[in-house]
């Protein structure tokens, strides 16, 4: 109905994730428009893929975008084995961030009421969704294996919440690994940090970790697609659930001052690969192409 009620006003379609990409090819579909239709692929994985039943209708539904733009290399890549009738049609544009919201940002000070933390701690960052594509499981097996002034900070929500807090009074480790939530404040939860680590069992790009190297942390990651082509040779990449390594990674980082130091180098010139402005520049380019096929 919007499609149909607001023709005229628009000149292309941008579809974004489950379901909107399936509505939006049906919507056009019945309302009978004819205009060039772009979807951005955002992950390497989901569960429709593999699944013989899903492979028709994907074929249909991404069939009829005029572009599918991936957020990286190893989502196209994933996205081309599972639909290689899209060849030619996707375009790799990675996501972007705006630089100076994370460079500028003023950390909290210590033994703040924003942050849960006292002067000696060393603070260890995450920033994820607390879903099953996040792996906060394995980071919290790594805090029981590190000292007591390692403080861990989870920002995020979501519907692992409940089965990881249990697993965190499990382990005692309710003072050492706390909950902030939602939170509208990350590029100064990030400046008052030593630390972020991003633990994932699959990414299609990791762009939280581009933030938190613009806001001058050492990065350690998941070695899994997507994110491990965004931290390596700019952080430190550990095998994904093996809090082992993981632990054995912030402990070097945070008792090495001249390895944090190389490392914060990295990854603030790694940032700059991914200013927004590239990134918008990149998508208008393919707006204009479109349009200009179309008539």
């Not at 994933?78 to 996707?90: A, V, Y």
Request: glycine share 8%.
């Amino acid at each position: 109905r919007l499609m149909k009620k607001t023709q005229g006003q628009y000149s292309l379609v941008h579809s974004h994730l489950l379901p909107a990409q399936y509505w939006t090819v049906l919507a056009k579909k019945l309302s009978g428009l004819d205009l060039p239709m772009v979807t951005t692929e955002h992950n390497t994985y989901n569960k429709r893929r593999g699944k013989i039943y899903f492979k028709l209708p994907e074929q249909f539904i991404y069939g009829n975008y005029s572009s599918v733009i991936c957020i990286s290399e190893p989502a196209e890549t994933n996205l081309l084995q599972w639909l290689p009738i899209l060849k030619g049609k996707t375009v790799v544009i990675p996501n972007g961030i705006n630089l100076k919201r994370f460079q500028k940002a003023d950390g909290y000070s210590p033994v703040s009421s924003e942050l849960p933390v006292e002067k000696s701690d060393l603070v260890i960052l995450m920033i994820a969704s607390l879903s099953m594509q996040k792996d906060h499981r394995t980071v919290i097996r790594s805090a029981a294996l590190l000292p007591e002034n390692y403080r861990f900070l989870f920002v995020g929500e979501g519907s692992q919440q409940e089965s990881l807090v249990k697993m965190v009074l499990k382990y005692g480790l309710q003072e050492k690994v706390l909950f902030l939530g939602g939170r509208s404040d990350i590029e100064r939860i990030i400046k008052s940090a030593n630390l972020f680590v991003l633990s994932s069992h699959w990414e299609g790009f990791g762009l939280v970790a581009v933030e938190a190297m613009a806001g001058g942390l050492p990065v350690i990651a998941s070695n899994v697609p997507g994110l491990a082509e965004i931290v390596k040779d700019a952080g430190m990449l550990f095998e994904a659930g093996d809090e082992k390594q993981l632990a054995e990674n912030i402990k070097e980082i945070l008792s090495n001052e001249e390895l944090a130091r190389r490392l914060v180098a990295a990854g603030t010139k790694r940032a700059e690969e991914y200013a927004l402005e590239k990134t918008a520049a990149a998508y208008s380019s393919i707006y204009e192409s479109l349009l200009q096929l179309s008539g």
